[in-house]
């Protein structure tokens, strides 16, 4: 191998003439790489605007550095001045609960503060007014409840026994984002509204909410844990700043890891194609390449040049990747602004796009590299010779492949947030490569086995499979990512479309009440019965409390003192809803254990999810300590019960005997299911809230439908990802056929000497490919539906729930659109002139 003789100018000034200013045959390599690194681009963008808005915005998010929230019950004086210590306090009320106005009722969120709200941000009202705590007898209304209500600005409206009039409309809440899902609209008060109206009687449900402002640099994570030491069984659940909301974390953490597979699937597909393009660009290059050597150009020389070229076609593709990838930013945050404190402007994220830069060249650099070192490294002649004896794989190239490879590789493990999956799924993406290499020399070796069919068309398709210089090996690599990214998508939407199915229960009540007086169950189900004769009334006991020990009961095992929370054992963190009942509750049913019968008036019991007593190693027989308003609670384990999370009924992890709870101070919550053929009406509604006013009726088909819009949400967002990845499948597709279409320039023009007809020539294509994609039909279908089922279940958590029906058709699809591709790419070549082609050759 010689060195080059010629300067990297004078190669510039032959790569620059040779150099279509179309980038004509590196087409496929411009349109790989804009697709691979504008993806990582926009992903890079999208996460990192959201989560510097997350970080920077966590003070205002939260409303302060440090929240401690309880239930049913206010911070005691004590409590109060421990945190006070602290900082700047800010506390109120947050509840479910009903608003009236004349015959018109709505749920509402009841969201009481103290005149120091908010410690951070600035509350503003839709006529640009700055605000604070309203004034007395008023209320800041979202525009929804006034809606719902048919009121406006200064008229009155009732919560609970408390009438208020409507001071303003909300405009910006600047906590509103860590306040959670709504069940209804805001209604802002001051603090001392809900014990006016009624709502924070002895029993009901409600958090009181408590956020602190240090007065300067602070860890609030360090005063969490002091907190925590102190108050170890309050019942106290913590939230900081930097963690202001954990639904939008979790969320873009979720999002972040889905998207960062994608863009690497779609680099691994780009590099695919990348190969496919270079090797075709430097096959319908080799006479030039020839030429160069006889003139005595050298091997360093050709190198020069068609590197210079193609680097400078990945360098094209690659910054318009990057100026598409911040573009569309603006785009994906509007999209997502309802969800996340995202910019809707263009953020611009050094740091991103010279990641998805890095990563584009060096993928271009690893599946260029092999390519563009075997055309140097031969002979003219052998260059001239390439199509009846093609060139042999070159080890040369074995260094920088290597050594790019290694480059990307811990580049994805230094800059991902979790590089045990990014670790995993690049492993993975070389264990497929590497199978289906594997498959490609498989099927070579069984179509040179396989005894000739009679059918000369079969005969020369089963042929074309196993010649010297098939591209049999590219063609399955190509097919099977391209395919699998085909049912990728397919499987990823019809199972998020399959959850939001399934999110509406085909047996869902039509009403959640809560806050039912225990004293008043019957007058509540006379009324409901007296408009609705058929309907099903479940009403049970409701409390809120806080697991705080668990376990044999020489040997319990304080939650205060666990270090880590196990997997799978949410029901520790912080305070959970638990009942009592005399009967096995319905959609329960027994897996270890007995149930107490009626009357019961023994040691106090329990019976426990088995899920979550799974998790944390609770056998029948152990023991569990509940603290509810600050009193302690211990329960033998009677049974372990199945729960059936789908019912939309009553699941608690823990329901207690009633001799254990009886006596503690709670209200009732309960499910209204209309007979058959009822509609929910306004009418029910108007007489509960006339009868009931501090009881809360949660209308569920308006929840279900906020559900469904949230995983809608995510499914467009989802399938708006995933589908970089399938046109990256489709732009391989299109170049491994286009290049295997080159290739077969010489075998078409003989074939036509020879006396086949078109009508020939293209059945012996239809058969060729449509023996590959019927074998690799398979292949696409485990693999794609293998990586579906992650993402799924391993990074959405949602359950697996695919419609095979349309998959298959998905797959059937990208068959069919491989073989009329195939077909549409064969017709050039019958309009080929023998002569001309021969000459060419």
């Not at 006479?287 to 160069?292: D, E, I, K, N, P």
């Not at 400078?312 to 309802?338: E, K, N, Y």
């Not at 797959?811 to 069919?816: C, E, F, K, S």
């Amino acid at each position: 191998m010689s060195e080059p003789r010629l300067s990297w100018s004078a190669a510039w000034r032959i790569a620059r003439r040779d150099l279509n200013a179309r980038f004509k045959g590196l087409r496929l390599l411009l349109v790989c790489l804009f697709l691979g690194t504008g993806a990582l681009a926009a992903i890079g963008t999208l996460t990192g605007a959201i989560e510097n808005e997350l970080a920077n915005r966590g003070q205002e998010l939260l409303g302060g550095d440090l929240e401690v929230e309880v239930w049913q019950r206010d911070l005691n004086d004590e409590e109060k001045a421990a945190l006070a210590a602290y900082g700047t306090l800010s506390g109120g009320t947050r509840m479910q609960a009903m608003a009236r106005a004349g015959d018109e009722a709505a749920p509402v969120e009841l969201k009481a503060i103290d005149e120091r709200w908010p410690l951070y941000g600035t509350a503003t009202l839709t006529d640009g007014r700055e605000v604070g705590a309203p004034p007395a007898g008023q209320a800041w209304v979202g525009q929804g409840a006034l809606d719902r209500l048919g009121i406006a600005v200064g008229d009155r409206f009732r919560v609970g026994t408390a009438d208020l009039i409507v001071g303003g409309v909300i405009g910006n809440e600047p906590d509103r984002l860590s306040e959670g899902f709504q069940l209804g609209p805001t209604v802002i008060v001051a603090e001392t509204v809900p014990a006016q109206a009624g709502l924070t009687a002895p029993g009901a449900l409600y958090q009181s909410k408590y956020r602190i402002a240090f007065p300067g640099p602070r860890d609030p994570a360090e005063v969490q844990e002091e907190l925590e030491e102190r108050y170890p069984d309050a019942g106290f659940d913590y939230r900081t700043r930097d963690r202001a909301s954990p639904g939008a974390d979790r969320f873009v953490g979720r999002m972040g890891e889905f998207l960062t597979l994608v863009g690497l699937a779609a680099l691994v597909i780009a590099g695919i194609g990348i190969g496919g393009g270079v090797s075709s660009y430097l096959e319908a290059r080799r006479t030039s390449v020839a030429t160069l050597k006889v003139l005595g150009a050298s091997s360093g020389d050709i190198a020069r040049i068609y590197a210079l070229q193609i680097g400078a076609a990945a360098l094209v593709g690659t910054l318009a990747g990057l100026i598409a990838g911040v573009a569309v930013t603006p785009l994906l945050g509007m999209a997502l602004g309802d969800l996340l404190p995202v910019q809707t402007g263009f953020v611009f994220a050094p740091g991103a796009l010279l990641l998805a830069a890095a990563f584009g060249l060096l993928v271009a650099l690893v599946f260029a590299a092999t390519p563009l070192i075997r055309a140097r490294s031969f002979p003219a002649m052998a260059l001239m010779r390439a199509r009846v004896a093609p060139l042999a794989r070159d080890r040369h190239a074995l260094p920088w492949v290597l050594g790019g490879l290694g480059l990307i590789v811990l580049l994805v493990l230094v800059t991902s947030d979790n590089p045990l999956l990014a670790g995993g799924f690049l492993a993975g993406a070389a264990v497929v490569l590497g199978l289906l290499a594997l498959l490609g020399w498989g099927l070579r070796r069984l179509a040179g086995a396989l005894p000739r069919p009679a059918n000369p068309l079969l005969r020369n398709a089963l042929a074309n499979l196993h010649r010297p210089g098939s591209p049999t090996g590219a063609l399955v690599t190509a097919l099977g990512f391209g395919l699998s990214a085909f049912v990728l998508l397919a499987a990823i939407q019809s199972s998020i479309n399959g959850n939001i199915e399934r999110s509406v229960p085909q047996q869902a009540p039509d009403y959640f009440v809560l806050d039912i007086p225990r004293d008043r169950g019957d007058d509540f189900a006379n009324l409901v019965r007296e408009q609705h004769p058929d309907a099903a009334i479940n009403m049970v006991p409701t409390l809120r409390g806080a697991i705080l020990a668990y376990g044999p009961q020489d040997a319990m095992i304080r939650v205060s003192e666990l270090e880590e929370i196990p997997d799978g054992a949410w029901p520790l963190r912080g305070e959970r809803g638990l009942s009592y009942a005399e009967e096995l509750p319905p959609g329960s049913s027994l897996t270890d254990g007995m149930w107490w019968g009626p009357m019961y008036q023994g040691e106090p019991l329990v019976s426990v999810d088995e899920e979550f007593a799974r998790a944390i190693d609770l056998k029948v027989g152990d023991y569990v300590t509940v603290g509810i308003l600050g009193v302690e609670r211990t329960a033998k384990v009677a049974s372990l019960r199945r729960l059936d999370w789908e019912n939309m009924g009553f699941n608690f992890v823990l329901v207690f005997s009633p001799n254990t709870l009886r006596d503690a101070p709670h209200n009732l919550t309960a499910t209204v299911e209309l007979g058959s053929g009822e509609e929910p009406g306004p009418e029910l509604l108007r007489s509960l809230v006339r009868a009931f006013p501090s009881t809360s009726v949660i209308e569920v088909g308006d929840v279900l439908v906020q559900a469904q819009t949230i995983l809608g949400q995510v499914g467009v967002a989802t399938f708006a990802a995933a589908s970089v990845a399938v046109l990256a499948g489709l732009a391989v597709l299109v170049g491994a056929i286009a290049a295997a279409r080159a290739a077969r320039t010489y075998d078409t023009v003989v074939l036509r000497v020879l006396g086949a007809s078109r009508r020939q020539i293209l059945l012996m294509q239809l058969a060729e490919y449509g023996l590959l994609a019927a074998m690799l039909a398979g292949v696409a279908l485990a693999l794609g539906t293998g990586l579906a089922w992650l993402v799924i279940t391993q990074l959405f958590e949602f359950d697996w729930l695919p419609d095979w029906g349309e998959i298959l058709a998905v797959l059937g699809g990208g068959i069919a659109f491989v073989l009329v591709f195939a077909l549409a790419g064969s017709l050039p070549l019958l309009r080929a002139k023998p002569a001309q082609a021969l000459r060419a050759l």
